[in-house]
């Protein structure tokens, strides 16, 4: 009689079988939220949450529209989310501009000064704007909201400079500066373009960072309010679908806002990868004629251009 053969578990068998529970569990942590948010937005009047699901309806989002003070709210926030992106990637890139070409022993205490505001709780940054610019008689407001959250966003947006400025190469400027150019010139010429795609990234970083800030903005903002603070609010009573409505509206204009970021960047390196083939086309193109030529064959010649005539 054969005995029967024990199950024989691999240690590669188990850390597969691990990575898999792993994903599993991390992504219906991630997911599984925003699925009963996107179903509980479109549930019956009568039962505002996920399960059970009694029918299709759009009632949430006709209240949604109706509801004045979320969009008064939304307005202010992207009102604050313009000015902070304005004033922080101004203050950022001067000061990455600054601690990149500091080269006194002053540069770390500098540095440690302009990226400290992300280390100071954002209650800290948020009562002390109100105190200083209200004894100037700046009260609370769009305008102190935006101040505040500029003092710490500005830092972000600085350190992404300095990352993208390690790979810029000063001999170009200098290039620049020796066949004549001044400074506003280079600067606008050949810094700024470099800095182009870090500009990008540092406007959208600081617009989301803005958009959801609450610890800060709670006491800059004075008598105002911004979305974050009106959805906080609405939470303290009673927080209806209509929440849900407004996250899948989001939800969905950050979807499509990712697939056009995405189809633009993927049509941008191919026209990439076209130049590149067509330099390497012409460097070919370029290269055997001058091969035929060593060897007594006609070379290439430019279009337009006569052929010599042998002399006489």
């Keep these: ?30 997911f599984l939220p925003l699925i009963f948010m996107f179903v509980a937005a479109f549930n019956e009047p009568g039962i505002p949450r996920a399960i059970p699901f009694e029918g299709l309806t759009f009632h949430w989002f006709e209240r949604l529209f109706d509801n004045a003070q979320i969009w008064a709210a939304v307005v202010n926030s992207l009102i604050i989310g313009a000015g902070v992106v304005a004033l922080s990637i101004t203050l950022g890139l001067s000061g990455a501009l600054l601690l990149t070409r500091l080269k006194t022993r002053g540069r770390t205490f500098l540095y440690g000064v302009l990226v400290s505001p992300l280390l100071t709780p954002g209650i800290i940054l948020g009562i002390s704007t109100l105190v200083f610019w209200n004894n100037l008689g700046v009260p609370g407001g769009l305008l102190l909201a ?3 959250q500029a003092t710490f966003i500005s830092a972000y947006c600085m350190l992404l400079f300095m990352a993208r400025l390690q790979r810029f190469d000063h001999a170009l400027e200098e290039a620049a500066l020796d066949l004549g150019a001044s400074h506003r010139q280079v600067f606008w010429k050949i810094t700024l373009p470099f800095l182009r795609p870090t500009i990008f990234t540092a406007a959208v970083l600081a617009f989301l960072q ?8 709670v006491f800059a903002i004075g008598g105002e309010t911004t979305l974050t603070i009106q959805l906080a609010s609405m939470a303290r009573l009673s927080l209806t679908p209509e929440v849900n409505a407004l996250a899948v509206i989001f939800i969905v204009l950050t979807v499509v806002a990712a697939i056009a970021l995405e189809m633009k960047r993927r049509a941008e390196r191919a026209e990439e990868e076209r130049r590149i083939e067509a330099a390497k086309r012409a460097d070919a193109e370029m290269t055997s004629g001058l091969d035929r030529g060593r060897d007594g064959s006609p070379a290439l010649q430019p279009q337009g251009q006569p052929q010599p005539q042998p002399a006489q």
């Design 1 to 30: 009689m054969a005995r029967s053969r024990k199950p024989s578990f691999r240690a590669e068998d188990m850390t597969r079988w691990a990575v898999k529970g792993y994903l599993v569990i991390f992504f219906g942590y991630m």
């Design 146 to 148: 935006i101040l505040a």
């Design 210 to 217: 803005s958009f959801e800030n609450f610890n800060t903005t």
